[in-house]
């Protein structure tokens, strides 16, 4: 038998409210989402940026090696 997907929203309906949401919120609710928003975007450039990072700190440490030589496993 196959299963049926029910698709449903996730999201806050604006039921009652108007436009005054964003009006409405607090200082601390705006920091959390904030704080939220910065957490995941550091999350995404420390992700993509450690390797490359090292590789630069690498490339310009002395004795100034090459490239495959960082790369290489020996």
Do not use: D
Not at 34 to 47: D, E, G, L, P, R
Not at 56 to 63: A, H, L, Q, T, Y
């Amino acid at each position: 038998m196959a299963s049926r997907v029910s698709l449903k929203s996730k999201g806050k309906s604006s039921g009652g409210k108007g436009s005054k949401g964003m009006e409405e919120k607090s200082t601390s609710q705006c920091l959390k989402e904030w704080s939220t928003w910065a957490m995941k975007k550091a999350k995404v450039i420390t992700h993509y940026g450690f390797i490359p990072l090292v590789i630069i700190i690498g490339m310009n440490s002395e004795p100034k090696p090459q490239l495959y030589q960082l790369l290489t496993p020996v």
